[in-house]
């Protein structure tokens, strides 16, 4: 997968990450770029800078430093040498490249009756490595069935940016679009899965088509604004279950009600550092005090490459008492 990162950097800085030790680029999560500050990297829960011979360095004085027009040589990289046909991403604040890699930015923002129009001059890159890790969600899978409707219950996968909630929700709809719910459940169906892909992270969709396997009853709305997306779902794809990724506006909040009201199953994802985390967040409150979700799972701060799950039921009561481990992708 860095590979696809490398092939977009400049080459003036390419081979610096090239030639970081094979240990350390399989551990790479973030690679960050910013105009004359140090070149740095996030991996294994550690963070470094990079010298002009591509070695770690812990010094700012001894990084390289990107130039201005490094910056603008990766934005041309990034948007294929098209701005204009990413004038939506630039507005977001981020892009998303082939493999899944999101690409966060910053700069200088440019406003249109108060509300941001694009991101000009972007001296700020946030490159992070997207990784499909398979099996992560198969331990806890069987603690989010729902025996009676022999599905998914209604599940809140809550925690900080970079905990590893995308790589458990792929893992999820790959497991249930197959029917491989665990021990005890085995007689139970596949199910159909619709997920909406807002941000080209879940599926890593090229040109439409998943490369990231998703199982083979899966529908991917690719680049789809969630609460549209999840409209667009139950009206033409009638899916089992509806997987959406970092939930938290009021137009999810009432395409939720619409899914789950047509007997549609829910798998989101909420940033959040726990339950009573989310509860302060209006949005999300409602949802929480109506007990939609009849299953949250929240992840820990990791250690090393792992993080740490506990699953509560809908008053967010601990409904486990072991700590399971999942890998980190």
């Not at 529908?219 to 009206?235: F, H, N, Q, S, Y």
Request: glycine content about 8%; overall charge neutral.
């Amino acid at each position: 997968m860095l590979e696809e990162i490398i092939n977009l950097l400049p080459h003036s800085f390419r081979f610096l990450i090239a030639a970081l030790p094979h240990d350390v680029q399989a551990s790479i999560e973030e690679i960050r770029v910013r105009e004359s500050r140090p070149l740095e990297i996030s991996y294994a829960d550690q963070y470094a800078f990079i010298d002009e011979r591509g070695q770690l360095v812990r010094l700012e004085a001894q990084a390289y430093k990107p130039t201005r027009q490094d910056c603008l040589t990766l934005l041309e990289m990034l948007t294929n040498h098209s701005l204009y046909t990413f004038e939506e991403e630039l507005r977001r604040g981020y892009i998303t490249v082939a493999g899944g890699h999101r690409v966060g930015l910053a700069g200088r923002t440019v406003l249109d009756q108060g509300q941001v129009k694009q991101i000009r001059d972007v001296s700020s890159f946030n490159i992070r490595i997207a990784r499909d890790i398979q099996g992560v969600g198969k331990e806890l899978l069987p603690s989010l069935v729902d025996p009676l409707l022999k599905s998914i219950h209604h599940t809140l996968i809550i925690s900080p940016p970079q905990q590893g909630k995308t790589t458990l929700i792929r893992d999820l709809t790959r497991l249930i679009s197959r029917g491989d719910w665990g021990n005890g459940f085995s007689h139970f169906a596949a199910k159909k899965v619709g997920v909406v892909d807002e941000r080209s992270e879940i599926a890593a969709c090229m040109k439409g088509t998943p490369r990231f396997d998703l199982g083979p009853r899966t529908d991917v709305l690719d680049g789809c604004p969630k609460a549209e997306g999840m409209m667009m779902m139950i009206r033409s794809l009638s899916p089992d279950v509806l997987v959406v990724d970092e939930i938290g506006r009021p137009e999810d909040v009432y395409a939720i009600h619409e899914a789950v009201h047509t007997g549609i199953r829910v798998v989101a994802t909420a940033h959040g550092m726990d339950f009573g985390d989310v509860r302060m967040r209006p949005v999300l409150k409602q949802l929480l005090d109506e007990g939609v979700f009849a299953r949250y799972v929240i992840l820990h701060r990791r250690k090393g490459a792992k993080a740490s799950f506990r699953i509560l039921d809908h008053q967010g009561n601990p409904i486990e008492k072991e700590n399971y481990r999942v890998n980190k992708g």
